[in-house]
């Protein structure tokens, strides 16, 4: 299927998106679309795949102008839209998620296991192994995000979108996925996969449109690009080292110590570690290790039993009010069901962790609330007006929210479980900064990140889990890709 948008342009309200975009698709092709956040990447797809309709230009399938008024029709037509916030029925079993809406029957009964069937051998496909009669709730980002591929690829698809595909998954199931893609384009489909890892769309696109404010301002084959004229397009500027120079010397001042950690609905058990003050402990380990899991028990989010020191006092969190009052931060790996209200305002999500340090006498001091939020707003670069409701914002600039949020409450303690997932290069960058600033005025950070050199640049040593046990902590000397995977899959390391 060959793809042409022309000159499209779209507003929500006085808010203009798209500016006059340009973009073609060809047969049987993997097209990266890339752009900062806020950048109009997500509305252009969602234009295309029916969820809105453009207010000018023109859209030409094989020569013919078409025009999809939902995501049925688009559908219908062979495009799927795999959303980077993932369509998921927490309640429903993972089955029951890959076929609602298109169940099949026998004579009027639901034909459970020709579903079952269809749904083995796609996973099968995916090389993924998961249970079908499991609640989807319970399922991780990751394994939420396989879910979401597993159902596209049981529909008659020719264009495929993908927005932020791999944010949660680890480097083997990247490898998988990409392994998919090919095989997909082998067969006719084509891709629009949008993406902020660079090291990703030079293994798998063939071609590149980058958006900036609202504009495509760049075309190319992939391998008649680069690196550094790609983030030139997308953020009209040169970036120097992606990873801010640390010079941080593990200190003898350890601000949480915890033992024997166990969660009781996961087989994450015996987890023994010490954060010191100014440290970034990054945690690291192959989907479904357990990591977040520790982290989520720590903060109190999930039952489970620990021995918790903080600065030297025995505390006792048993739900995540416990943890706040002890000096916790937690910015959780999903942002749109833990992370935010979403009916609620910038400025109201933003304040919400620190009420109590913007309202004097119950009454809440509006300008305090205001000042702060304009702070966080030019300093997360957040594209948005502070009185937009969240649920209308970009990913990225939803997670920006998030994070400035804690940022404000003054944490002790601050959690980063995917603190950059679905950032854009640029933003990035100013996380990073941000993250680094922190420690420098003694904020210590656990921090999980599924994307190794971020573990890698960001942290002063590595703890490194498999199956549910910590295997190891590397000191800066010893962090590498090599050691952490060596960790990561059973394996030991020389002395």
Known sequence: MMIEMKDVHKAFGANKVLLGVDFELKDATV??????????????????????????GSIIRDGTEVKYSNLKDAEKAGIVFIHQELNIWPE?????????????????????????????????????NINLNRRAGDCSVGQQQMIEIAKALMMDTKVLIMDEPTAALTDREIDVLFDIIRSLKESGVSIVYISHRMEE????????????????????????????????????????????????????????????????????????????????????????????????TLFGADPGTKEIEVEGKRVKIDKPSDAIGHGFGFITENRKSEGLILDFSLVDNMTMPSMQSFSKGG?????????????????????????????????????????????????????????????????????????????????????????????????????????GRLRGILDKSRINQENIMTLATGGQLDE
């Open 201 to 296: 769309i030079s293994k798998i696109s063939d071609e590149i449109t980058v958006l900036r404010d609202g504009r495509s301002v760049l075309y190319s084959r992939t391998e008649e690009t680069n690196y550094n004229e790609i983030v030139r397009a997308m953020v009209g500027r040169d970036l120097n080292d992606q990873f801010p120079e640390r010079s941080h010397d593990l200190s003898d001042d350890v601000v949480l110590t915890v033992r024997q950690l166990e969660n009781k609905a996961h087989p994450v058990r015996d987890i023994n570690f010490d954060l010191h003050r100014g440290e970034i402990l990054g945690f690291a380990g192959l989907m479904g290790a357990g990591r977040t899991e520790v982290m989520r």
């Open 92 to 128: 429903l079993t993972v089955l029951e998620n890959l076929f609602i809406g298109n169940e099949h029957t026998k004579f009027g009964l639901l034909d459970n296991k020709l579903m079952r069937r269809k749904a083995e051998a796609v996973f099968e496909r995916l090389k993924f």
């Open 31 to 56: 097209h990266a679309l890339m752009g900062e956040n806020g950048a109009g990447k997500s509305t252009l797809m969602k234009i295309l795949s029916g969820v809105h309709t453009y207010d000018q």
């Open 363 to 467: 009454f809440m001091k509006q300008k305090d609330e205001d000042d702060f939020s304009d702070l966080m707003i030019r300093r997360m670069n957040i594209k948005s007006e502070k009185q937009s409701i969240v649920g209308d914002l970009s990913g990225g600039n939803q997670q920006k929210v998030v994070i400035g949020k804690w940022i404000g409450s003054q944490p002790k303690i601050l959690i980063l479980d995917e603190p950059t997932r679905g950032i854009d290069v640029g933003a990035k960058r100013e996380i990073y900064h941000l993250i680094n600033e922190l420690t420098e005025r003694g904020v210590s950070i656990l921090l999980i990140s599924s994307e190794m050199p971020e573990v890698i640049g960001l942290s002063d040593r590595v703890a490194v889990m498999q199956e």
